[in-house]
């Protein structure tokens, strides 16, 4: 009895690993394994902060294996990082939009738009009162 | 034995597979540009700093200190952190009003500024300081975590200390106009016993400080975001 349940908590744990690793490295996929490459170096790019190349090595991972949320993750923060603002703004919503409960794109998303309302939209207000401004004197 | 080792195999695996999926904090700087367009070769002036008149009330000795206080402030802080070239102060400048907002209207009056200084820029503000001296109890709401239910509980409050409301104008001194205004309330908490003394009344204030900053040169925000490794 004892032996039985033994093999059946290897046999579950064996499942289980194989499993994550099927959908981690996704083998036999020759793009999802090249999008995969892309992530891990723009990932290193990003911990050294070279967000350029991070942002250029993420979007090709996008390009490679779309609509992935976690990849559009990785995009929203280094457009972040390149001052890109509006357009992280879009990539977190359309990331959200395919996965809805992904924690990190939501805690991401929330601490975003927080910077956002504080720090970027008012200087925007106060850019277009600016615009008007000039406008009416001219 | 052998059969612990490979289950102990197996759970490394597992949780080396869960880590690699996961996400890692990272710490990124967000530029903000500043609010003013301006590319650092300006000649600026700093004045009339005023002070916000109040209906039915006489100015204080605390209104005069933190105007007096506020223009060495706002000084040091364009110089050392804005690294701004400051023209130095001229002469007691008597402005046609005690209103900042009637002067902005003026606009000989900064042009004259302008052609007396040789300012590129004016900075000038009106400041409004208010002592609060403040102690009492409130009611709040508190859930228990015993019960989980609601309760209300007396909790003392105290707020003492300056409270700053201060108008901040820069004016073109060429034509007169102002081209940025911007309103920045900060608090200075204040022991109970030395509100009476008006010293280091702008001390460690880091709301005005990134503010004013943030006007005339670009500044980085610290934020973390989690970011996946794979």
Redesign the interface.
């Known amino acids: 009895m004892a032996r039985n349940s ?1 093999a059946f ?2 046999g579950t ?2 499942v ?2 194989a499993s ?2 099927a ?2 490295v996704s083998a036999g996929d020759p793009q999802a394994k090249e999008a ?1 490459a892309e ?2 170096f723009g ?1 290193k790019a ?2 050294r902060g070279y ?1 350029q190349e991070a942002l250029m090595r993420f979007e090709h991972a996008n390009e490679l294996t779309p609509n992935q949320p ?2 559009l ?2 995009i929203a ?1 280094a457009q ?2 390149n ?1 890109l603002y509006e357009m992280a703004l879009l990539t977190y919503q359309e990331g959200l939009a395919l996965d809805p409960n992904n924690n ?1 794109l939501r ?2 998303y929330t ?2 738009q927080e ?1 956002y309302a504080s ?2 939209a008012p ?1 925007e207000v ?1 850019d277009e009162q600016g615009a008007k401004d000039a406008k009416t004197d001219n | 034995m052998r059969k612990r080792t490979i289950e102990l195999v197996v759970i490394l695996l597992a949780v080396a597979a869960v880590s690699a999926a996961g996400s890692r904090e990272v710490r990124i700087a967000l530029l903000l540009k500043p609010e003013l367009p301006i590319d650092g070769t300006e000649d600026f002036y700093v004045g009339p700093i005023m002070i916000e008149p109040r209906e039915g009330e006489n100015v204080q000795s605390v209104d005069l200190t933190a105007a007096r206080e506020f223009e060495i402030y706002l000084r040091k802080i364009l110089r050392r952190d804005a690294q701004l070239h400051l023209i130095p102060k001229q002469s007691e400048l008597k402005p046609p009003s005690t209103h900042l907002a009637a002067l902005l209207i003026d606009g000989d009056f900064w042009k004259a500024i302008g052609e007396e200084t040789g300012a590129d820029l004016i900075v000038a503000a009106s400041i409004d300081v208010k002592i609060l001296d403040r102690a009492g109890y409130t009611t709040e709401e508190y859930v228990s975590p015993q019960d989980g239910k609601t309760y209300f509980r007396q909790v003392m409050i105290e707020e003492t200390g300056f409270s700053y409301d201060i108008l901040l104008v820069v004016v073109d001194a060429k034509t007169g106009v102002a081209v940025h205004q911007e309103q920045i309330s900060d608090f200075q908490p204040k022991n109970e016993r030395k509100l009476e003394e008006y010293t280091d009344m702008f001390t460690d204030l880091y709301t005005l400080q990134n503010r004013l900053v943030g006007i005339f040169v670009p500044r980085a925000v610290q934020v973390k975001r989690a970011l996946y490794s794979n």
């Open positions: 033994n908590r290897v744990l064996l289980l690993a994550l690793f959908g981690v995969e992530m891990k990932f990003a911990r967000w976690r990849i993750n990785n923060v972040e990082a001052g990190s805690r991401n601490r975003f910077f720090y970027v200087q106060v």
